[in-house]
């Protein structure tokens, strides 16, 4: 199973370890060609303002908004979720293929992260996560279900093919959501 990683800012390179770790490859996506060869896409926490500038400046959206469409399993993590999103208060949707509405940064500052371990519904270990000027929900359409809460709060969430969490399982390693994602490709 060959799995992408959007590499073109944030933590990329803890995608990949996770997902070698979990039996796929990584392959780091960065030209549209790139996607041809995946069977799945994460998009890592880093900053979603300089994700969507060099997903413009590189034509990833339209591509990866069609391989969406038709099918292709999608992990968002963090700046990943929120690229994903439907609508950002006060800010650009990129992609906007999840019907969420998501706050940036809402979760306090750098100094504020911590890490919490969560019951996430078909996972069947408590799941490690790291929140670091982490997004939040503010509005879930429909279609999306809530996998797992964080003080009364979705943190994970799914709608078909896509998978978002506002915290970085990658940064510690945790495998599980990773799996669940191969699972669906
Ligand atoms: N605050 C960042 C943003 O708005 C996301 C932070 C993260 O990915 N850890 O893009």
Same mark, same amino acid.
């Given at each position: ?6 590499? =073109?800012?944030? !933590?990329? /390179? ?9 039996? *796929?490859?990584?392959? +780091?996506?960065? =030209? $549209?060609?790139? =996607?041809? *060869? ?7 926490g ?9 997903? #413009? *400046?590189? !034509?990833?959206?339209?591509? &990866? ?12 993590t963090c700046a990943?979720? &929120?690229? =994903?999103?439907? +609508? ?15 706050? #940036? ?18 996972? !069947? @270990? ?6 670091? #000027?982490? $997004?939040? &929900?503010?509005? &879930? ?11 009364? /709060? $979705? ?22 959501? @990773? #799996? ?6």
């Open positions: 199973m060959k799995a992408g990683v959007l590499a =073109l800012q944030g !933590d990329f /390179r803890e995608h990949a370890r996770v997902f070698a770790e979990a039996g *796929a490859t990584p392959v +780091e996506v960065r =030209l $549209p060609a790139d =996607l041809d *060869a995946v069977d799945c896409l994460a998009i890592p880093g900053e979603s303002t300089t994700i969507g500038k060099l997903a #413009r *400046a590189y !034509d990833l959206v339209e591509p &990866i908004r069609e391989r969406s469409r038709a099918g292709m399993p999608i992990l968002g990943g979720m &929120i690229v =994903l999103a439907r +609508e950002v208060e006060g800010g650009e949707a990129l992609f906007g293929l999840m019907d969420i509405s998501v706050r #940036r940064n809402a979760y306090g500052r750098q100094v504020e992260s911590f890490e919490a371990d969560l019951d996430v519904r078909g996972i !069947d @270990h408590r799941v490690r996560g790291v929140f670091i #000027r982490a $997004p939040w &929900i503010e509005r &879930i359409g429909d279609g999306v279900e809530v996998l797992a809460e964080f003080e009364d /709060r $979705p943190v994970v969430l799914e709608q078909g093919n896509l998978l978002v969490t506002s915290f970085h399982p990658e940064l510690v390693g945790e495998t599980g959501l @990773h #799996r669940y994602l191969l699972r669906k490709a």
